[in-house]
């Protein structure tokens, strides 16, 4: 079915809806995610995915938000979030109340393997959080240090970054189950 604009953002779901949703054990954290439409953008993609949860860090803005909203269709309304002051204690907080969870940073740094080099299979025995960062300073060394692993999508026009929202796309992509 191909539902139009209006159907696309009236799409609130019911009580029933949302608890037949069997969110899968991933979390996105943003690390001092700065753009409210990034920030909004990336509860849309937390809710395609049926993510777990988003957690938001330290400088990043927070529901209730218009600009958050727009972004969001809607979907910070039901997407379970919680905010932090710092990605490392968010970190901390999810290794100490999700045994087994990989934590995976999105950046470029001598620790980073290139994304095609990159797979990950969820289960209810593997939970993974999925770690990204400020536009432009990217995730935090500290953050850094706790990661699991570091992935990088090769870049091979002039710019060398990517857009938050779209680099999180990719990775989430390439996990399975």
Known sequence: MKLNAKQLRATKPSDTQLAHIQHRPIYIVLDNVMDTYNIGSL???A???????IILTGNT????NSR????????????????FDSAKSAISNLKSRTPNIKVIAVE??????SISDFNIRVSDIQPVAIVVGHETEGVGREVLDLADKVVEIPMFGVNKSLNVVVSTGIVLSKIEG
């Open 43 to 45: 509860f849309r993609l």
């Open 47 to 53: 809710d395609a995915v049926a993510a777990r949860e």
């Open 61 to 64: 803005e927070t529901p209730p």
């Open 68 to 83: 958050i909203h727009k972004a969001a269709v809607g979907t910070e309304e039901w997407v379970k979030w919680q905010y």
């Open 108 to 113: 470029q740094s001598a620790r980073s393997v």
